[in-house]
């Protein structure tokens, strides 16, 4: 295997993969793309309904748990991340979000100039192949990234969304678009019925670059540090080590967790925490690890007979049998389905002009025992708090084991949003709309009425909905580990280009917002490390266009 490269990308996610074709369309520069997990070429990925058996699969995740939760009764929660080409984007629900307007023009308040909402929306858009016809004043049309409607939706998606619009919710078919807010289905990255992760879109079609070279089943050790310089990084592959060297930059796309485990492991962190952890100390960054933040989750689940909901029973028995023959033949039926079709954005009385929860239905019944499959029928909602005020962090430990602390509920507020989105979400299901499928609550159960019962559940239930983010912050300030232009605070020829960079979380689902940041990461290394977007021309001056 060849040695040296001009650019050595860690980890084939979200990010990593737009970075690498990016890169890789100079002919002139060498690109290594590395991925710790296998390949993606499997029914279990390429299927959308495949989703479900990949959370806690040991060949394609990476089971992370999280440190005993002081404030959900020292539970540890499992955090599942993507491990294979595609990083996560391999095992998500493949719902395109982008978040809202004001998230990124918080950023930029913070002191992150060039990532507002009108700096990032470019790149939105440069990636974004836009198959539902939705407003080109916000939407791509070029792009390698299909966006589309759901093949097959459950008709039962359609009861909550117009049970949401009898409680005060407009029907919203682009969370994309002028507005976030209201209920509807979800728009997903998918191609021709199969999951598109951003392996397939980015960097599958151009891999017979001769420049480009993929490495699989590759695991990174440490980076390889001359005098704060980054030359390489050190990996263990084909049963053997051996250094990988980037005569230009190493650029760690690894993810929340990943990305500042390796900058530990390296050195790269708080001082007094990799002493006591037993790492060399190479260099003194304070905020690498810190940051952590996440959507807490609270779960609403009922049981219905039905069988018009996804489930296994003998009456969904002949769907079920029939569900390959449909997906072969026709793109359709429940193989389609990425379980969480319909959902939406909505304001608590604890919110301003903003919505500050999001819902994910479920046309089937989700376990209330933590089962992946019960037998039976029925359908859940996920509901989240959108900006979380509880920070967490990463610790290194003794042996190179990663301490994952959400530190969820630290502060009361996320909680007090949670309770009065969690109601919003049982007026909804109390709706006439769901009476012809209306079964038994099984969680939290009807029993639960106070606030104070809705805290015991949530201190037992609640959990994370699987968007880390922050971990390597990007800003201006003493706990920013990167800088407006990715690069490592204090380090050399290295930067952060996934999901840990985000100064704080986005309202929603974060691998659209993750190709986002690789491809302002590829133009700002490519044009010489500016911090305005590539179509600076045609926004500059112009009114602020987004989400109301």
Same mark, same amino acid.
């Given at each position: 295997?060849?040695?040296?490269?001009?650019?050595?990308?860690?980890?084939?996610?979200?990010?990593? /993969?737009?970075?690498?074709? #990016?890169?890789?369309?100079?002919?002139?520069?060498?690109?290594?793309?590395?991925?710790?997990?296998?390949?993606?070429?499997?029914?279990?990925?390429?299927? $959308?309904?495949?989703?479900?058996?990949?959370?806690?699969?040991?060949?394609?995740?990476?089971? !992370?748990?999280?440190?005993?939760?002081?404030?959900?009764?020292? #539970?540890?929660?499992?955090?599942?991340?993507?491990?294979?080409?595609?990083?996560?984007?391999?095992?998500?629900?493949?719902?395109?979000?982008?978040?809202?307007?004001?998230?990124?023009?918080?950023?930029?308040?913070?002191?992150?100039?060039?990532?507002?909402?009108?700096?990032?929306? $470019?790149?939105?858009?440069?990636? =974004?192949?836009?198959?539902?016809?939705?407003?080109? @004043?916000?939407?791509?049309?070029?792009?390698?990234?299909?966006?589309?409607?759901?093949?097959?939706?459950?008709?039962? /998606?359609?009861?909550?969304?117009?049970?949401?619009? @009898?409680?005060?919710?407009?029907?919203?078919?682009?969370?994309?678009?002028?507005?976030?807010?209201?209920?509807?289905?979800?728009?997903?990255?998918?191609? *021709?019925?199969?999951?598109?992760?951003?392996? #397939?879109?980015?960097?599958?079609?151009?891999?017979?670059?001769?420049?480009?070279?993929?490495?699989?089943?590759?695991?990174?050790?440490?980076? %390889?540090?001359?005098?704060?310089?980054?030359?390489?990084? %050190?990996?263990?592959?084909?049963?053997?080590?051996?250094?990988?060297?980037?005569?230009?930059?190493?650029?760690?796309?690894?993810?929340?967790?990943? +990305?500042?485990?390796?900058?530990?492991?390296?050195?790269?962190?708080?001082?007094?925490?990799? =002493?006591?952890?037993?790492?060399?100390?190479?260099?003194?960054? $304070?905020?690498?690890?810190?940051?952590?933040?996440?959507?807490?989750?609270?779960?609403?689940?009922?049981?219905?007979?039905?069988?018009?909901?996804?489930? !296994?029973?003998?009456?969904?028995?002949?769907?079920?049998?029939? +569900?390959?023959?449909?997906?072969?033949?026709?793109?359709?039926?429940?193989?389609?389905?990425?379980?969480?079709?319909?959902?939406?954005?909505?304001?608590?009385?604890?919110?301003?002009?903003?919505?500050?929860?999001?819902? *994910?239905?479920?046309?089937?019944?989700?376990?209330? @025992?933590?089962?992946?499959? =019960?037998?039976? *029928?029925?359908?859940?909602?996920?509901?989240?708090?959108?900006?979380?005020?509880?920070?967490?962090?990463?610790?290194?430990?003794?042996?190179?084991?990663?301490?994952?602390?959400?530190?969820?509920?630290?502060? $009361?507020?996320?909680?007090?949003?949670?309770?009065?989105?969690?109601?919003? &979400?049982? #007026?909804?299901?109390?709706?006439?709309?769901?009476?012809?499928?209306?079964?038994?609550?099984?969680?939290?159960?009807?029993?639960?009425?106070?606030? =104070?019962?809705?805290?015991?559940?949530?201190?037992?239930?609640?959990?994370?909905?699987?968007?880390?983010?922050?971990?390597?912050?990007?800003?201006?300030?003493?706990?920013?580990?990167?800088?407006?232009?990715?690069?490592?605070?204090?380090?050399?020829?290295?930067?952060?280009?996934?999901?840990?960079?985000?100064?704080?979380?986005?309202?929603?689902?974060?691998?659209?917002?993750? %190709?986002?940041?690789?491809?302002?990461?590829?133009?700002?290394?490519? *044009?010489?490390?500016?911090?305005?977007?590539?179509?600076? @021309? &045609?926004?500059?001056?112009?009114?602020?266009?987004?989400?109301?």
């Amino acid at each position: 295997m060849k040695t040296d490269f001009d650019y050595v990308i860690v980890g084939a996610g979200s990010s990593g /993969c737009v970075l690498a074709n #990016r890169l890789s369309a100079d002919p002139t520069v060498s690109v290594c793309l590395i991925e710790a997990g296998s390949h993606d070429n499997s029914l279990r990925i390429q299927t $959308p309904a495949g989703t479900i058996t990949l959370y806690k699969s040991k060949k394609y995740s990476w089971n !992370f748990l999280s440190a005993p939760q002081r404030n959900l009764n020292g #539970r540890t929660l499992h955090t599942p991340r993507g491990k294979a080409l595609g990083g996560s984007s391999s095992m998500n629900s493949m719902i395109y979000i982008r978040g809202h307007a004001s998230d990124y023009d918080r950023w930029a308040q913070a002191g992150c100039v060039g990532w507002d909402w009108n700096s990032v929306l $470019p790149y939105f858009k440069k990636s =974004e192949n836009n198959r539902i016809g939705q407003d080109p @004043r916000l939407h791509g049309s070029g792009g390698e990234l299909y966006v589309d409607v759901a093949r097959d939706p459950n008709p039962v /998606c359609n009861l909550f969304i117009k049970a949401a619009e @009898r409680v005060g919710l407009k029907r919203n078919d682009d969370f994309n678009g002028d507005y976030l807010e209201g209920c509807g289905l979800y728009n997903l990255t998918q191609k *021709h019925a199969k999951r598109l992760s951003s392996y #397939r879109a980015f960097v599958a079609p151009v891999l017979d670059r001769p420049n480009l070279t993929v490495v699989t089943d590759c695991s990174v050790k440490s980076l %390889i540090l001359e005098q704060r310089v980054a030359k390489g990084v %050190i990996v263990h592959a084909e049963g053997k080590q051996q250094s990988l060297i980037a005569q230009r930059e190493v650029i760690l796309c690894a993810g929340t967790f990943g +990305s500042p485990q390796l900058l530990l492991a390296s050195g790269i962190g708080p001082a007094k925490e990799l =002493e006591k952890a037993g790492a060399k100390v190479q260099h003194d960054l $304070p905020g690498v690890g810190k940051n952590l933040q996440d959507h807490l989750d609270g779960l609403i689940t009922v049981r219905s007979k039905s069988p018009l909901t996804l489930g !296994f029973s003998l009456g969904s028995l002949p769907s079920i049998l029939m +569900s390959p023959l449909r997906y072969v033949f026709n793109k359709k039926g429940w193989l389609t389905t990425n379980y969480v079709e319909a959902g939406g954005f909505a304001r608590t009385p604890l919110a301003g002009t903003l919505p500050d929860v999001q819902m *994910h239905f479920v046309p089937g019944y989700r376990s209330h @025992r933590g089962r992946l499959f =019960e037998w039976g *029928h029925g359908y859940a909602v996920h509901t989240c708090v959108l900006r979380p005020k509880s920070i967490g962090e990463l610790r290194l430990e003794r042996g190179g084991q990663l301490l994952i602390d959400f530190n969820f509920m630290s502060n $009361p507020a996320d909680a007090a949003v949670l309770i009065e989105g969690l109601k919003l &979400t049982r #007026r909804i299901l109390a709706d006439t709309q769901f009476d012809a499928i209306r079964g038994e609550e099984m969680l939290p159960g009807k029993a639960v009425q106070t606030d =104070e019962q809705w805290m015991t559940y949530l201190r037992e239930y609640a959990a994370t909905v699987f968007h880390p983010v922050g971990t390597c912050k990007m800003g201006v300030d003493a706990m920013s580990v990167v800088d407006l232009n990715l690069k490592v605070y204090g380090m050399e020829n290295l930067r952060v280009v996934d999901a840990s960079i985000m100064p704080t979380l986005i309202s929603g689902n974060t691998n659209a917002p993750c %190709i986002m940041i690789g491809e302002k990461a590829a133009d700002l290394i490519l *044009h010489g490390n500016r911090t305005f977007p590539f179509e600076t @021309r &045609t926004l500059c001056g112009s009114e602020s266009i987004g989400q109301g």
